[in-house]
């Protein structure tokens, strides 16, 4: 049962790397934690891999302080992994794809949206861990009960978006660049990526999880 655990876990982590790649590739805006992540990389002007593994060593620490319940396989796997996941699956679909098509980049966005909620959806239902920003959603709900995880997850994808565009100004980036990582994409994701992980949890992960334990 552990092992069945660790692999949806793992599968969770390296899916949703990918998928965040494909984001990339669409152009209409990445989920909203990559937003943030793109707004540090342009006031922080290092590799995204080794960035990712610093902001997230940040936010471990909040987890670990307040429920290190959290805090387990998974989250050391997306903590080292994820960044460079990302970067494999970005620049592999750049050179499948160097022009991509409108039609194209609507598919991406589309596969990859539902795909990361999917994965999200996996590795959190695998309770081995989940990744530091997820962490954080799921404290203030489960832990500081502040509300319904789809919600809070609404609120604090926002305060991502919003931090996002401030850093990268800050970071001397032009206004006009700050479309290419936050879009219509990224607003719909951050209204609609709880509802759908919740949605996967609910009619998909969890039911996958109690048939393993038959």
């Known amino acids: 049962m552990k092992t069945k655990r660790i692999l949806m876990s793992v599968m969770g982590v390296i899916v949703g790397g990918i998928s965040v790649g494909f984001f990339k590739l669409a152009a209409f805006g990445v989920d909203p934690f990559q937003s943030f992540m793109s707004g540090m990389e342009q006031l922080i002007p290092i590799d995204f891999g080794t960035l990712y593994v610093i902001v997230n060593a940040c936010l471990l620490l909040f987890a670990l302080i307040f429920d290190k319940h959290y805090i387990n396989i998974a989250t050391m796997v997306n903590l080292f992994l994820l960044g460079y996941v990302v970067d494999f699956s970005h620049n592999t679909l750049l050179t499948v794809f160097p022009e ?11 596969f990859g949206f539902v795909v990361l909620c999917f994965a999200s959806s996996l590795y959190m239902t695998a309770d081995l861990g989940v990744s530091t920003y997820d962490a954080i959603a799921l404290i203030l709900t489960n832990k500081w009960k502040l509300g319904k995880f789809k919600y809070i997850r609404i609120a604090t994808d926002l305060v991502c978006v919003i931090l996002g565009a401030v850093l990268f100004i800050a970071g001397k980036g032009a206004i006009k660049d700050i479309p290419t990582f936050i879009g219509v994409g990224t607003i719909l994701t951050a209204f609609f990526m709880g509802p759908l992980i919740d949605f996967f949890n609910r009619k998909v992960a969890i039911p996958m999880l109690e048939k393993n334990k038959k």
Do not use: L, N, S, Y
Request: proline letters at 0%; hydrophobic letters at 75%; glycine letters at 0%.
């Open 100 to 110: 991509a098509t409108m039609v194209v980049r609507i598919v991406c966005f589309i």
